[in-house]
T-cell receptor, first 111, second 118 residues
């Protein structure tokens, strides 16, 4: 399946600072999904983007899908300690519903 | 809604033995279940896609005779790690999708099973 590259791998921020993780593909994606995995936990669905240039917001989280549908970003405004975890992007591959995940970005927030 | 359970949550077994992990969708019928493997601080690696009543589709590099998947009903899929070895030690996570009223592409993950082979 198509690989997606996610950067950065790790990010340490001070509480209150912003955070962004990027997901990039060399080919056009049909959709992009974002998941959050807390330390010791399992991935939890955050959102799905399907339209070119789509922007969706969930409180302090802003998700974007690029115009060319080859990249996506997740931006967190004014991070809190509860934002700690690993954020994965994933895209649907084929018509089986399977997801191919990026490498994930682990966010640490210092209080 | 859309809760997925896994059992056991943690298992320690001796090398050479087989281990069965169960994945259940508790409040919906999942048309498809997926099995992932995750190494520490690494991403989720899809192992196989499982549909009820049919053979699982394995990803490249995943040994189907090593990792047996059975999907007997719309709410239960099992993964059996046969003749486990220490290199099979990992975090195994299942997910389910396709329930009625749920977004087609959204996957609901189980809590995972940590397997340690000694």
């Amino acid at each position: 399946g198509q690989q997606v590259m996610q950067i950065p791998q790790y990010q340490h921020v001070q509480e209150g600072e912003d955070f962004t993780t990027y997901c990039n593909s060399s080919t056009t994606l049909s959709n992009i999904q974002w998941y959050k995995q807390r330390p010791g936990g399992h991935p939890v669905f955050l959102i799905q983007l399907v339209k070119s240039g789509e922007v969706k917001k969930q409180k302090r989280l802003t998700f974007q899908f690029g115009e060319a549908k080859k990249n996506s970003s997740l931006h967190i405004t004014a991070t809190q300690t509860t934002d700690v975890g690993t954020y994965f992007c994933g895209h649907g591959s084929g018509n089986t519903g399977k997801l191919i995940f990026g490498q994930g970005t682990t966010l640490q927030v210092k209080p | 809604g859309a809760v997925v359970s896994q059992h056991p949550s943690r298992v320690i077994c001796k090398s050479g033995t087989s281990v069965k992990i169960e994945c259940r969708s508790l409040d919906f019928q999942a048309t498809t279940m997926f099995w992932y493997r995750q190494f520490p601080k690494k991403s989720l690696m899809l192992m196989a896609t499982s549909n009820e009543g049919s053979k699982a589709t394995y990803e490249q590099g995943v040994e189907k005779d090593k990792f047996l998947i059975n999907h007997a009903s719309l709410t239960l899929s099992t993964l059996t790690v046969t003749s486990a070895h220490p290199e099979d030690s990992s975090f195994y996570i299942c997910s389910a999708s396709g329930g009625a009223g749920l977004a087609l592409d959204e996957q609901y993950f189980g809590p995972g099973t940590r397997l340690t082979v000694t």
